[in-house]
């Protein structure tokens, strides 16, 4: 290693620390600047083609590779490059890849051994394509199902997210102490993303993570340690920040915790221009993350101008020579850990599963896929039509039902995943309505799939399937825990009102509130998001597969979205699950929720209209309907859903914009906005008398297009018939929407 470091100039040192995407950078780049690594991001694909098939992936891989280890001029070594990837349920990148159920449904299943081959499959499938190095397990400790990456967790119990986290660590890799550790068929993985990201302030993805430090280590830390000890070779640092401290700049964890305490020897990575986060950094100039622990720069696009800043700051001294050498020998131990840096390694295309893909969505890795997704079921409810019988005249309902893109979420070919992802982009995969209507007819039934709900002749029963569309990071952040889109509740309160006997299948990336549904419905299954092989759902609703599924996450009984993690204000805890032989009814749930859509509330502004009696003001001047320009405010009509239907509000240093009731209505304010670019000075929201700084709130919502403001009694004192925003420098914010509603007693202020 240090013969190596040694030979290496200080700029080609430097090049190992820096990570770009590759829809930002050719094979001749690699050749001119040798990057250490480099990643495709969740909407990047080889040659600009997100859906390129298989061949095209291994292409690319040859091509980086053969680049990067061309020969220099110099007496210089030349490093091979690595590939990382975000195959976090599968090698779910690539067309045919199979697509295992997101992490939450693994938590379910509680099977560590599952877990394991698991990450053996994706290992071959991500080998196959020419891939070396794969950015998972997630092993956050989801702690607020608000939260939008709550999926990537295998649970709100440390414990069970160590050992699976673990599992999947030895799958990916191979066991520790075996010789097949990072051979043939296994590949780099990465725990991450450390530390905090499941426990950040009512769930706002990046946002903040407070506390004292042991107790947060207790449980966001618990599974960092087992990662280690089964040998994982990377770390990626987190987005939020813990105690005001980006992780991306906290020495105190990357450094005296990561390294110091639990003994990790590997490489630190950063996320997606996380680095650019840490006070006095930005993406092109961040010196601090390097001091601070961080190894590599996942820098997907500015790679350019961050190397010509580490390089100045390694040569003005900013960066010792020891921290930069320290850095470069860990990517090198890592690479000559997987047999990278060997006299005899070869070109992807030229090693032992290289263009092996038929292993791809081989029957044996969708055999372990539907595996997983049977014992992933959680049956919540079960009035005795479970299980479904022989002969039986089976209707199935629901957009959801025939969309393998909707079962599989986020991370799914493309980054948010999505509907429009329809069935042609999964060759080989089995949607629920398929697997459902093989199963029926396998047992001498008829099946029909009616999306509306409608039907000729009558159904025996109607499975209908339904829940969130797909969604990842803050794109997934909410603010309570209501399912808006209320097609599952009409079809089964349909079926009900016509009384045929509905089995409820939810699809979604947590717990949610389902009170109206779980009435509705004679049995519930909590599906999760199982993925590609959707027979795993009959399996189970045939009762071919016992229903083994526990609930790794505490199911609400509110849908205001204050984070339950054990029994108090759980409807069903941690651990609950029924077999398919336990029928005891459920008890009538209360469907009063203050988020509805049908509670009484008072829209200030709506549609680009302000309601009777609502006066918007610049300083001392109006603003008729929130338009026009006067004392440091510009306020602009923008189409949000519609024409002008929202407005851009522009602040000048020192303007303040407030709304005001002329009568003495009553409510919660829910307030619908946007913001592009986050706050350089102090930004002040004034309800009545009471002020509430709202600064680093919108920081965090920079870039993550609508989100919801809530100010509910808990943060206020006194009259709130008054709402202002004031802003100490200029600043630019979109409010598609300001409402007054009767929330529920337990919802939190949130910004």
């Known amino acids: 290693m240090e013969q190596l470091l040694g030979r290496m100039s200080m700029e080609r040192k430097v090049a190992q620390l820096i990570q770009p995407q590759i829809n930002s950078f050719t094979a001749e780049d690699m050749r001119r600047y040798r990057f250490g690594s480099y990643l495709n991001g969740g909407n990047g ?59 939450i449904g693994l938590g379910a299943t509680g099977d560590a051994d599952l877990v394991r081959r698991i990450g053996e499959a994706t290992a071959v499938e991500i080998e196959a394509t020419g891939i070396d190095w794969n950015f998972s397990p997630t092993v956050a400790v989801a702690r607020d199902h608000r939260w939008g990456r709550t999926y990537e967790s295998y649970s709100e119990d440390p414990r069970l997210t160590a050992s699976l986290g673990a599992a999947l660590v030895e799958g990916l890799q191979g066991r520790r102490a075996s010789q097949d550790f990072l051979g043939r068929g296994h590949v780099i993985a990465t725990a991450k993303h450390f530390f905090g990201d499941g426990g950040t302030e009512q769930g706002v993805d990046q946002g903040d993570v407070n506390g004292y430090i042991d107790e947060l280590k207790a449980i966001h830390a618990t599974p960092y340690p087992a ?16 105690n005001g401290s980006k992780m991306h700049g906290n020495q105190a964890m990357l450094t005296g915790v990561l390294r110091d305490e639990m003994g990790f020897d590997g490489v630190t990575v950063g996320d997606w221009n996380g680095h650019g986060q840490v006070a006095g950094c930005t993406v092109t100039d961040c010196p601090q993350a390097l001091l601070a622990g961080l190894d590599i720069y996942m820098v997907p696009d500015d790679w350019t101008a961050l190397m010509d800043s580490l390089v100045a700051q390694v040569r003005d001294g900013t960066i010792p020579m020891a921290r930069l050498d320290e850095a470069v020998g860990r ?108 199963a029926t007819e396998g047992a001498g039934g008829a099946a029909t799939l009616s999306v509306d709900g409608s039907y000729g002749d009558r159904p025996d029963v109607a499975v209908v399937v339904f829940g969130e569309e797909p969604y990842a990071e803050f794109a997934g952040d909410r603010k309570n825990l209501v399912l808006a889109d209320e097609e599952g509740l009409e079809l089964l309160r349909k079926f009900r009102s016509d009384g045929i006997p509905t089995v409820a299948v939810l699809l979604s990336g947590r717990p949610l509130w389902m009170n109206r549904e ?46 339950v993690n054990d029994a108090r204000g759980a409807l069903f805890a941690f651990g609950y699950g029924r077999s398919l032989s336990e029928t005891s009814p459920l008890p009538q749930l209360d469907e009063t929720c203050g988020f509805l859509a049908g509670s009484d509330a008072t829209d200030w502004f709506v549609n680009g209209r302000l309601d009777r009696g609502i006066v ?63 706050p350089t000075a102090p930004v002040v929201l004034r309800v009545g008398d009471t002020e509430i700084d709202i600064t680093s709130q919108l920081a965090h919502a920079e870039g993550k297009d609508w989100r919801e403001m809530i100010v509910t009694e808990q943060c206020t004192d006194g009259p709130r018939d008054s709402l202002a925003i004031s802003s100490q420098a200029p600043l630019a914010i979109r409010i598609a929407s300001i409402a007054r509603q009767d929330l529920p007693d337990d919802t939190q202020c949130s910004f």
């Open 45 to 103: 694909g080889p040659f600009g083609d997100e859906y390129a098939p298989a061949a095209q992936w291994l292409k690319l891989a040859d091509e980086m590779w053969d680049a990067s280890t061309a020969p220099l001029p110099s007496d210089e070594p030349a490093i091979p490059t690595i590939w990382g990837t975000d195959a976090v349920h599968g090698h779910t990148n690539v067309v045919g890849a199979t697509i295992f159920p997101h992490n």
């Open 227 to 242: 990662a280690i000890a089964a040998g994982v070779q990377s770390v990626m640092a987190s987005f939020n920040s813990v």
């Open 331 to 438: 990517v090198l131990r890592m690479k000559l850990r997987a047999g990278l840096l060997d006299g005899d390694a070869r070109r992807p295309s030229q090693r032992a599963n290289g263009g092996a893909f038929d292993r791809l969505g081989s029957p044996e890795h969708r055999s372990i896929a539907r595996e997983a997704v049977a014992k992933s079921q959680v049956l919540l409810k079960n009035a005795g039509v479970l299980p479904l019988r022989s002969g039986q005249d089976i209707l199935v309902a629901g957009i959801a039902a025939d969309s393998i893109g909707q079962a599989s979420g986020g991370w799914t070919l493309t980054w948010q995943g999505g509907r429009e992802l329809t069935n042609d982009y999964f060759p080989g995969a089995t949607s629920i309505w398929s697997g459902l209507q093989q």
């Open 518 to 563: 779980l009435n509705a419905a004679d049995a519930f299954v909590a599906s999760w998001l199982p993925g590609g092989e959707g027979a795993g759902v009959a399996d189970i609703l045939f009762g071919r597969r016992e229903a083994t599924g526990r609930l790794s996450f505490s199911w609400p009984e509110s849908c205001a979205g204050t984070p």
């Open 616 to 678: 918007a003001r610049a300083g001392e001047t109006d603003l008729p309907n929130l338009r026009g320009e006067a004392e440091g405010i510009v306020a602009r009509g923008i189409d949000n859903l519609r024409q002008e239907d929202a407005r851009e509000i522009t602040f000048a240093a020192g303007a303040t914009l407030s709304l005001a009731q002329s009568d003495q209505g009553g409510g919660d304010y829910r307030i619908s906005y946007a913001i592009d670019r986050r």
